[in-house]
T-cell receptor, first 113, second 109 residues
Framework: NAGVTQTPKFQVLKTGQSMTLQCAQD?????MSWYRQDPGMGLRLIHY???????DQGEVPNGYNVSRSTTEDFPLRLLSAAPSQTSVYFC????????????FGDGTRLSIL | KNEVEQSPQNLTAQEGEFITINCSYS?????LHWLQQHPGGGIVSLFM???GKKKHGRLIATINIQEKHSSLHITASHPRDSAVYIC???????????FGSGTQLTVLP
């Protein structure tokens, strides 16, 4: 049982480049979310989805897009990378919403030069 | 917006000591999560609770809804418990989690 799989684990981009962080889960979870983790701060919610076809913004959505075409996949797109987006990104999923046990991916460490 | 405060930010203990990490939040919640993040970076869910107390092995989590406060206790601490412990709360709407900034625990042999 793979759980939540994030790819890539590491990525270096140049300012202005675009890329997609992949997140997939095999637990048939409806709720999926993307967070960023920065030094000295708690995880902050970027975008979340309560089911296929439904997405919503979190606390820090600017510069990121998401889509949820299937229950399993929830990719995060950086449209035009900026140094301020250097961070560690985590994808999480749960059976219901935020009041259910959360399952996290291993994270993607992203550096923007 | 719910504010989540954890204390202490850093904690160093000797192996075998009893450890307590505290979490306070500002508005009503539907659930509170305790998470563990090891130096490798992965995040693991330890507990989810909305009332009372839960125990798993040497870990105990309690919550006081009236006081908006939760504690995570580790009995007979061990160097492998060294990690960052994170508190997160789900608001009454349960759509989003708000995270504390974490407590870095180091247990020395």
């Amino acid at each position: 049982n793979a759980g939540v799989t994030q790819t890539p684990k590491f990525q270096v981009l140049k300012t202005g480049q675009s890329m997609t962080l992949q997140c997939a889960q095999d637990m048939n979870h409806e709720y999926m979310s993307w967070y960023r983790q920065d030094p000295g701060m708690g995880l902050r919610l970027i975008h979340y989805s309560v089911g296929a076809g439904i997405t919503d913004q979190g606390e820090v959505p600017n510069g990121y897009n998401v889509s949820r075409s299937t229950t399993e996949d929830f990719p995060l797109r950086l449209l035009s990378a900026a140094p301020s987006q250097t961070s560690v990104y985590f994808c999480a999923s749960s059976l219901g919403q935020a009041d259910q046990p959360q399952h996290f991916g291993d994270g993607t460490r992203l550096s923007i030069l | 917006k719910n504010e989540v405060e954890q204390s202490p930010q850093n904690l160093t203990a000797q192996e075998g000591e009893f450890i307590t990490i505290n979490c306070s939040y500002s508005v009503g919640i539907s659930a509170l999560h305790w998470l563990q993040q090891h130096p490798g970076g992965g995040i693991v869910s330890l507990f989810m609770l909305s009332s009372g107390k839960k125990k798993h092995g040497r870990l105990i989590a309690t919550i006081n809804i009236q006081e908006k406060h939760s504690s995570l206790h580790i009995t007979a601490s061990h160097p492998r418990d060294s990690a960052v412990y994170i508190c997160a709360v789900a608001a009454d709407s349960a759509r989003q989690l708000t995270f504390g900034s974490g407590t870095q625990l180091t247990v020395l042999p």
